[in-house]
């Protein structure tokens, strides 16, 4: 079966960058559009950032220019760079594997078949 397997959550300080990593097992990897979607204590699950399988790229307006997404077909593996943390950053970050292309339907988690377990990211001081 199909598994995201997410790495890199940790405890940072307001200011600090970090790299999460999502490892994809038994899928075509390439034709994918992944996404990153995250989900703080309360709170419903939120859409972060996504790449489809022509390499475009999408953003919540709330980690434009501070998170940058990417891929590696050759390793399977989905990538969130994320700089500038902020404490409201604070959240379970979910790695998604969906075949929606169109711009609309991208953000929405429905648009998602496969997902990850999640990786715990807490920014703190």
């Known amino acids: 079966q199909v598994q995201l397997v997410e790495s890199g959550g940790r405890l940072v300080q307001p200011g600090d960058s970090l790299r999460l990593s999502c490892e994809a097992s038994?899928?075509?990897?390439?034709?994918?559009?992944m996404g990153w979607f995250r989900q703080a204590p309360g709170r419903e699950r939120e859409f972060v950032a996504a790449?489809?399988?022509?390499?475009?790229?999408y953003y919540a307006d709330s980690v434009k220019d501070r998170f940058t997404i990417a891929r590696d077909n050759a390793k399977n593996t989905l990538y969130l760079q994320m700089n500038s943390l902020k404490p409201e950053d604070t959240a379970v970050y979910y790695c998604?594997?969906?075949?929606?292309?169109?711009?609309?339907?991208?953000?929405?988690?429905?648009?998602?078949?496969?997902w990850g377990q999640g990786t715990q990211v807490t920014v703190s001081s």
């Open positions: 998604a594997a969906g075949v929606a292309s169109a711009t609309t339907r991208i953000p929405q988690i429905r648009s998602y078949e496969y």
């Open positions: 790449i489809t399988s022509f390499r475009n790229t």
């Open positions: 038994r899928l075509t990897f390439s034709i994918f559009t």
